[in-house]
């Protein structure tokens, strides 16, 4: 009988939402529990198997010197490494420590500080090891999920959005609130997999899947900031939840400077 791949979950820093929506995926998860030996999931389950592993699902970003330590050791041990959600990929919201003093942070909430080991920037896992294949969104979209298990399984590349919000809010008809209300809206900029939910409640994009392919991040700030927007009003769009994606922080950056 033919050994099934080998599935691990791990986690770094993070909320386990991006766990949470592959638990989520309810009765498609028993067909993948039927398709692959899932070996190491806490969130799931307190049973751990040993690598190495065929598939590594990894949530979160390096904030400790113990995580730096600890994504190489995964790395070695996995045939695919994925990586789930804005944490992993572009360090998550807590990568907003990158613009200020971690060593106050600490001093501020801990009566020991003295007592933990933090890294002064969280950064995705792409930043420590090699990854196969990066999964967007916060949290991340179970059905693309499911497409990249099954696309891995299946020995294909996974077929996710690469698309623009924008053009998902074309297709649903749904009123530019950029053009209509003149919001402030990332969804030129961001990659679709969402569904476009803001934009459809009258509200602009917050950019919570990431950058788009080639995202002109540089060109909407300054149509946003010529059609009456203050540089101090788009920073925090662009310092959310992918603060630390290079697109997003290079002009959050310039727009900061501008005051």
């Known amino acids: 009988m033919a050994r099934k791949p080998r599935l691990a979950v791990f986690k770094f820093a993070s909320c386990d939402g991006c766990q949470l929506s592959l638990l989520d995926c309810e009765d498609e998860l028993l067909a993948v529990a039927d398709q692959v030996e899932i070996a190491y999931f806490l969130e799931a389950s307190s049973h751990i198997e040993p690598g190495p592993y065929d598939i590594a699902l990894v949530e979160g970003s390096i904030t400790t010197p113990d995580d730096a330590d600890r994504i190489c050791r995964v790395r070695r041990e996995s045939r695919f490494l994925v990586t ?79 698309h623009s919000v924008c053009l998902d809010c074309k297709r649903q008809g749904t009123v530019c609130v950029v053009v209509a209300h003149g919001q402030p809206c990332l969804g030129p900029i961001t990659q679709a997999g969402c569904g476009a939910i803001c934009p459809s409640f009258d509200r602009g994009c917050y950019g919570c899947f990431g950058p788009a392919v080639q995202a002109n991040v540089d060109g909407l700030a300054s149509y946003l900031v010529a059609a009456g927007q203050r540089p101090q009003q788009l920073v925090p769009l662009l310092r959310n939840f992918n603060a630390g994606a290079p697109e997003f922080r290079l002009v959050g950056d310039r727009l900061d400077r501008q005051g």
């Not at 999964?135 to 020995?155: F, K, M, N, T, Y």
């Open 84 to 162: 789930l959600g804005a944490c992993a990929t572009a360090g998550g919201i807590q990568a907003l420590r990158n613009w200020g003093d971690h060593e106050a942070f600490l001093r501020a909430v801990y009566p020991s500080p003295e007592m933990l080991k933090t890294l002064a920037h969280s950064t995705p896992i792409a930043e420590h090891v090699s990854v196969d294949f990066e999964l967007r969104g916060c949290p991340i979209d179970r059905h693309q999920l499911l497409e990249v298990i099954g696309a891995l399984l299946a020995g294909r590349r996974p077929r996710t959005p690469s």
